[in-house]
């Protein structure tokens, strides 16, 4: 079983959100140059590859997700040429480099979409969704994803365009075989660069249902669900597989999808062990499971997540995905807030050891594990920021249409919510030591700090041997040794315990027993380990045998 492993089903993924990693140039806004001061760093704590969030050109009407030009750097970031030495230096040191890929939609600043617009007669016209009026107003009722409708009417034409995100963000007409091909000329392009391969945006979605029918509105919601009416569309996985045969057979590559509404069916056609599609998908399941009970207000709540819960759908991906698909691991990313936050318990005295116990949770599971930069020092969310701080269109859009439209009428409870789970949680600078602007920068950074950076900070972190930062680079290390780790199989413990999390991982005659106190009580658990058995990890110093103290993380390996 060994002898077929796939490098990226041991490798350990680094995720990098350019603009606030690495500011070289002082103007406050991270670039390339600055990754490439940090790759050192990178390397220090073991990851493999670094996923670098878009750095095309764009008019950051989404954060460089709105792409203008696929085959140009935004000038923020730095230019071509820093590209083609950071992706060497990368190499140099074994790193690989992740594009994010964003062709669900493209910037309306896009060549293909000024030309589309012009003219209901342009042969671009139909590279995007275009909709003649349906009794005066849009076409369908779909919701985009940040608030409003997903619609804009162009009063040149008098047809709507399609916009599952912002209105700076057409969707792409992948019925278009024209489409298709010169989506595959431009991944061609970075693969003949030598990249070693893409995370895919919103994947799920490039294939629209057949005559765009209306979408279920949830209770109290004024458009319908686009998720549900959207998501895993008739022909994605005909279209991924034209573009494995086009493009990703070209090289030894590592592909991940993101794929909203993906259930456990259609994760084993994306990411099927042949290998006809993608590698892994990243799921949203456990990401919903604290969202707030009120369908109108979607994720915006500030309860922890059920334990319970929890269990049964990481251990559900685990077992069904099992010998048949791979899965991605993750806590965080800089869509969602910080897993000490909102996984863990982030006051003081219990930061470092619940975001431990977090790491071990997820990183002994089978699947390729991402950590989103800071989440290896335990960088927390952003309380200090208030409303006129944020950056985030969907922050900006959720005060817009849940507090202007009275979804909910106290806006200290909308700014609460935003504390547990807005995206701009995760995109404060990177807090590299305790000088001014946490040495993110010698500029006026382009999002304000989290206040706390004089005492959460890489430099203190490195410092400390038993820091967070060393306890990741020890699990990269164990994942990298032990053949366990990665094709051992998944059994859950006490299914019905909402204080503990505790699972087994076998393979032939070797066991390890992961064990997780999700508290800040002290319990006492008995899973019968011997008393000669080997503590492989833990985030306390010694071992307490049934006794688990605070966040008590402990791995023991039979």
Do not use: C
């Amino acid at each position: 079983m060994t002898k077929n492993i796939k490098w990226w089903q041991k490798a350990v993924v680094y995720q990098v959100y350019p603009r606030s990693f690495q500011d070289a140039n002082g103007d406050g806004i991270g670039d390339l140059q600055g990754i490439e001061q940090r790759l050192d760093y990178i390397e220090k704590l073991g990851a493999d590859v670094i996923w670098l969030n878009p750095i095309y050109a764009s008019p950051d009407k989404d954060n460089g997700y709105d792409i203008s030009d696929y085959e140009d750097i935004n000038a923020k970031f730095g230019n071509m040429a820093d590209f083609d030495r950071l992706l060497q230096k990368a190499h140099d040191k074994n790193i690989k480099i992740l594009m994010d890929l964003v062709v669900n939609h493209t910037s309306d600043q896009h060549k293909w979409f000024i030309e589309s617009r012009s003219s209901k007669t342009n042969d671009k016209r139909d590279f995007y969704i275009w909709r003649d009026p349906v009794d005066g107003h849009e076409p369908n009722n779909w919701g985009s994803f940040f608030s409003g409708p997903a619609w804009k009417f162009d009063d040149e034409s008098g047809q709507y365009y399609l916009h599952l995100f912002v209105e700076g963000q057409p969707d792409l007409n992948w019925v278009n075989p024209k489409v298709r091909q010169s989506v595959f000329d431009m991944m061609n392009f970075w693969v003949d660069k030598g990249i070693d391969g893409f995370r895919m945006d919103v994947i799920s979605l490039i294939s629209k249902p057949d005559g765009l029918p209306d979408g279920e509105v949830p209770e109290g919601g004024e458009y319908g669900n686009s998720d549900r009416a959207v998501a895993n569309g008739p022909h994605v996985h005909e279209y991924l597989q034209e573009m494995r045969q086009k493009v990703l057979n070209r090289a030894d590559m590592m592909t991940v999808g993101e794929a909203s509404g993906v259930d456990i069916d259609n994760a084993i056609k994306y990411a099927a062990k042949d290998t006809s599609e993608l590698n892994m998908v990243f799921q949203f399941e456990h990401m919903g499971l604290d969202n707030n009970p009120n369908p109108a207000l979607g994720k915006w709540y500030d309860k922890k997540v059920n334990l319970i819960d929890l269990k049964q759908n990481l251990s559900k991906w685990q077992n069904k995905l099992a010998n048949k698909a791979w899965n991605s691991l993750y806590w965080d990313n800089h869509d969602q807030p910080r897993a000490v936050s909102r996984y863990g318990d982030d006051r003081p005295e219990y930061r470092v050891v619940s975001a431990k116990m977090a790491a071990t949770l997820l990183h002994f599971m089978q699947g390729t594990p991402y950590i989103y930069q800071g989440e290896e020092i335990g960088m927390t969310n952003a309380y200090n920021l208030k409303r006129a701080d944020f950056d985030d269109i969907e922050i900006k859009n959720a005060f817009k249409y849940l507090i202007d439209k009275d979804h909910l009428t106290d806006e200290e409870t909308m700014l609460r919510y935003v504390h547990a789970k807005g995206r701009d949680n995760a995109r404060t600078p990177m807090q590299w030591d305790d000088s001014q602007n946490a040495g993110f920068t010698t500029g006026e950074p382009w999002l304000k700090l989290n206040d706390n950076f004089q005492t959460i900070n890489a430099q203190e972190a490195l410092v400390d041997p038993q820091s967070i930062f060393y306890y990741y680079q020890k699990l990269i290390r164990l994942r990298h040794e032990l053949p366990i780790i990665t094709t051992g199989t998944y059994q859950l413990l006490d299914s019905d315990d909402d204080q503990v999390y505790a699972y087994r991982r076998v393979l032939d005659n070797e066991q390890l027993l992961v064990i997780n106190n999700f508290t800040d009580q002290v319990l006492n658990r008995d899973y019968h380990v011997d008393l000669n058995a080997d503590v492989l990890i833990s985030n306390y110093e010694d071992d307490q045998g049934s006794t688990l103290r605070p966040y008590e993380s402990k791995v023991y390996r039979f």
